[in-house]
Structures are given as C-alpha cells and as structure tokens.
C-alpha cells in the first residue's frame, strides 16, 4: 500500500482514482505515514507568492516535508518525492536528471532544496528514496488552473468564451506536456521498476511550442478569440525558463510509454 501525501490535489486525486486499491490518503494535517511506501506529492504551485505571502513556498514545500520526514526514521521507508521541471531553469535541451539545476523563483528554489533536504535526511537514516520531476502535467480536472498556474489550459478556458488570448513572444516557448494519466502511470512505473536513490524525468520528452497548442485549441473549438502576441514580463523572465524539453531515457528505459498524444490533450481539454 502506499501513503499518498496531497492526494486532494490534481495528480493526487488522479492517482488514487487509477488505483484505489493500492494507495491510503493522508489527511490533510496527518504528518506521520500509515504505510512503508509513501508517495508526497504536497508543494505549491506556482512562482508567484513571493508577492502576496513570501514565506508560503518555504512553510509549504520545506516546513511541512522536515515535519513529515521526523516520522520517517526508518530503513524500511521508501520516500518517493514529486518534484518539477522548474528546478532546472535555463538548460540545454534535452534536459537531463544529471544537469546542473539553476532554479530562480521562490517556488524552484523551494522545490530542489527540498529535493536536497531529502536526500541528505534519506542518507543520514538509511531511508531509500526516489525524486521525479514532472514536465507540464495537463488534463480535465486541474482546479487550480490560472494564468499562473498552467496557463496553456487557463488560456483554453478563455478562447471557450471567445476572449482574446496573449501569448509571450509570438507562442514561440516550449514546453514538454504531458497527460495526468500517463504521469500516475509513470510514476507508478518508477516506483515498480525504478532504482532506489535516483531522480527520474517524467514527461513525454517533446518540446511544443505553446503557439502551437493554442493555435490547435482555436481549430478544435472554432473560437472567435485572437491570439495576439506580447513580449514576457520582467517577473517571468526571472522565475521561468523560457523552454523546456526534458530527456526521458531513463524512464523510457523501464518500459513507460506515452498514451495520450498533446492533441488528444488539447482535444480533451477543449470538449470538456
């Protein structure tokens, strides 16, 4: 059985539908972990609260994973922790596990020092873990979509009433998207197959540029809605890289193969 952490949260949620009978929800406020598997996926969400509660990313992401972590002194743990793309910044594409990561946002910066606090903990008590970081994880369900937070479906959401949307720099950044479904899928793959102590990529290993989405959105739903074209912010600038692409070899390696293509993505997103 495995103890999922956050699991009232888009992917959460998703994954103990996929496998009710293999996982255990962890109330909200419950820190110690019912089972010998964990699977902790509680984070913040996006770049942005460094200007409305600066001290969110750090209570969130590192406070409540050291609290979670005091209970876990135990060599029969595995702690399989859900990280993101962000914490690489500006990379080379493909990006793989193995690069430097350069986060620059409040949350990226949150996230692989948590990434790093684990890691150092696991070590310390002979606790196994895995680490693997999400490309843009997409689908029907996701209620916290904002501009901030998965912007391509925000963006879908908009063009469904016929409003004009903004794309940075004619929709020419990239992201590597992938469905909900096939990362529950991966990651249960990594936690199958995958070697303990590593960091795994999970996305489909494509960059597409945004433009190309939201152009494909305007087909499927023939909206009435402009996309117009407009330099990024300064802010986003600074907080997100401009492409992403990430390389998936690894998780190639242990059989993961993609179902849901980005316009089967874009497809759902539009109908529903």
């Known amino acids: 059985m495995i103890s999922v952490y956050g699991s009232s949260g888009f992917i959460g949620s998703r994954f103990c539908k996929l496998y009710p009978d293999e996982v255990v929800k962890q109330d909200r406020d419950e820190r110690k972990p019912r089972t010998k598997d964990i699977l902790y996926l509680i984070s913040t969400v996006d770049n942005y609260n460094v200007h409305t509660n600066i001290t969110l990313d750090v209570e969130t992401n590192l406070k409540v994973l050291c609290e979670v972590l005091d209970h876990c002194r135990d060599q029969d743990i595995t702690f399989n922790f859900i990280s993101s793309w962000f914490v690489y910044g500006e990379q080379p594409l ?27 903990f696991c070590r310390t008590y002979g606790v196994n873990y895995r680490i693997m970081r999400f490309g843009n994880v997409m689908g029907v369900g996701d209620a916290k979509t904002s501009s901030k937070k998965n912007a391509l479906a925000n963006m879908i959401n908009a063009m469904k009433r016929d409003e004009d949307v903004y794309v940075y720099d004619d929709g020419t950044p990239t992201r590597d998207v992938i469905h909900v479904n096939d990362v529950c899928a991966a990651v249960k793959l990594v936690m199958e197959k995958g070697n303990l102590n590593e960091i795994y990529n999970i996305g489909s ?19 009435n809605s402009e996309i117009k074209s407009k330099p990024a912010p300064d802010f986003h600038k600074i907080v997100q890289a401009k492409d992403s692409c990430l390389d998936i070899t690894k998780l190639k390696s242990l059989g993961f193969q993609q179902t849901i293509s980005t316009d089967d993505i874009v497809r759902e997103l539009c109908i529903n």
């Open 94 to 120: 493909p990006i793989s596990e193995d690069a430097y990561c350069r986060p620059t946002g409040f949350y990226s910066i949150t996230k692989k020092a948590a990434e790093d606090l684990l890691i150092s």
């Open 205 to 223: 290993g494509h960059p597409t540029p945004i433009g190309d989405i939201i152009l494909k959105a305007k087909e499927y739903l023939n909206s």
